[in-house]
């Protein structure tokens, strides 16, 4: 139907102009990582939650282009063989859940405070992991989950996963990264900045994937599948 079509088509500019308000929110706490646990959290939940998703939703800015001419890309084939591969519910979130923990060890998340490509690398992994880790819950991926039940146990499971690692952090009682004593939120101290970063990834956390499941659910409405099926088959 002409108008499930223009809803779609809506849906992939919002999304478009998420991606590059979110890029501008990046760009301005990028000087300030080193400046604070707390929002150094802000920026890695913006990262996965809310940029990675929304990429996705934009078909990385591809969706003006038909399908069909995307294909004659070889460049664009092997790479859509090769998220394919990694988008595998089980194996996306294997991945997302191994990166964001990795990363939130001491050691290595020390290592990135002093070195700049490894600390750039941190961030592509995270980004590639969590596209990786959303993909199945879009309704045009490969290895879309199709029930909300299969959405629901997803979802929670990944969401477990930044929850219990913010909640680890919240209560520690001593630091346990290595930022300059100066380096925290103005009327705190290093340790209760540590803290507020972890709450941040625990309620923060908490409320994306909240709004992912709003999200997700809808897209398995029948009514809303009934409605956009005719554009579907177009697209075919």
Do not use: C
């Not at 199709?146 to 001593?174: C, D, H, P, R, W």
């Amino acid at each position: 139907m002409p108008g499930a079509g223009r809803a779609d088509r809506f849906i992939k500019i919002l999304a478009s102009f998420t991606v590059v308000a979110t890029l501008i929110v990046m760009t301005v706490l990028r000087p300030t990582l080193e400046e604070s646990f707390t929002l150094h959290m802000i920026y890695h939940m913006i990262l996965l939650g809310v940029l990675a998703p929304s990429l996705l939703a934009a078909e990385f800015f591809l969706w003006w282009i038909p399908p069909g001419e995307r294909e004659r890309w070889s460049l664009y084939r092997a790479l859509r063989r090769g998220f394919s591969e990694i988008s595998r519910p089980v194996v996306a979130f294997t991945l997302s859940t191994a990166v964001l923990w990795f990363w939130h060890i001491p050691i290595p998340y020390d290592i990135t405070l002093v070195d700049v490509p490894v600390h750039v690398f941190e961030h592509v992994s995270i980004l590639i992991a969590f596209l990786a880790y959303w993909a199945p819950l879009m309704s045009g991926s490969r290895f879309a989950i199709k029930t909300n039940e299969g959405k629901v146990l997803y979802l929670l499971a990944g969401a477990m996963q930044g929850m219990i690692l913010g909640v680890i952090i919240t209560f520690q009682s001593q630091i346990i990264y290595l930022y300059p004593s100066t380096a925290h939120l103005p009327g705190i101290t290093l340790l209760e900045d540590q803290q507020m970063g972890g709450a941040v990834m625990w309620l923060f956390g908490a409320a994306i994937y909240t709004v992912a499941a709003i999200l997700s659910f809808r897209s398995s409405d029948p009514n809303v599948q009934k409605d956009a099926s005719p554009a579907s088959g177009g697209d075919e």
